[in-house]
């Protein structure tokens, strides 16, 4: 929590605070999708560093719609496989999403 510098801390009562979240993300570049290319379910993600790509976790409707109209004009490349041998279209794309740092245990990334 936070609340301006100079605002007191009244007793009993209250004051302006902010809820401040703090995570560490990192940039990852979309190298394919599974599902209709419209309303992908998933996206294979590459993360900097890494040479084989892993797939996000299930994106939520309207994330997908909007990911789907970016996607529309990529030339596709094929059918790849990521590192767990999940099957996923694989796209040339200049599209890099954040996801949060840490994710990815088990080799699902959150978008």
Known sequence: MAKPGRSP???GGRTLRRKIRHAD???TKVVGFVGPRRRPR???LLPAGERRPRLSAPLEAALA???GVLLADAPAMG???TGA???YTALDTGLV???PAGTGRHG???V
């Open 9 to 11: 801390y009244p007793f």
């Open 25 to 27: 993300t990192l940039d």
């Open 42 to 44: 998933r996206l294979a």
């Open 65 to 67: 719609a909007r990911l």
């Open 79 to 81: 059918e790849h496989r």
């Open 85 to 87: 041998g999940e099957t």
């Open 97 to 99: 999403v954040e996801v």
């Open 108 to 110: 699902t990334l959150s």
